[in-house]
Nanobody, 122 residues
Framework: QVQLVESGGGLVQAGASLRLSCVAS????????MGWFRKAPGKEREFVAA??????????IYADSVKGRFTISRDNAKNTFHLQMDSLKPEDTAIYFC?????????????WGQGTQVTVSS
């Protein structure tokens, strides 16, 4: 069982930055692929970014809407996963969720956090 807790959300103006963090309570954090998703009011949950092991290489994947503005990173020693969000736009307003799945699982994320609210004002 993996428990995920997000933090770092808040209310900011357009153009500002926020850094979201996700702490995982699991001993084998390095054996999980991690992702960030978001859900805006009235919209479906959507993929934001993820890290994924591809053989011996860990790659970062981003939704087109956040490429060049958001950056993901992870610290396996601290069981943490981050989402650096720069040049925020009002359309980035959403609840952001951290998710984890065992390395190699491609079609789902097995564990989810409760989410953290990000609100970007124009």
């Amino acid at each position: 069982q993996v428990q995920l807790v997000e933090s770092g959300g808040g209310l900011v103006q357009a153009g500002a930055s926020l850094r979201l963090s996700c702490v995982a309570s699991v001993r084998t954090f390095r054996t999980y692929d991690m992702g960030w998703f978001r859900k805006a009011p009235g919209k479906e949950r959507e993929f934001v970014a993820a890290t994924r092991w591809n053989g011996d290489i860990e790659i970062a994947i981003y939704a087109d809407s956040v490429k060049g503005r958001f950056t993901i990173s992870r610290d396996n020693a601290k069981n943490t996963f981050h989402l650096q969000m720069d040049s925020l736009k009002p359309e980035d307003t959403a609840i952001y969720f951290c998710a984890a799945t065992p390395i190699g699982v491609r079609d789902r994320y097995d564990y989810w956090g409760q989410g953290t609210q990000v609100t970007v004002s124009s």
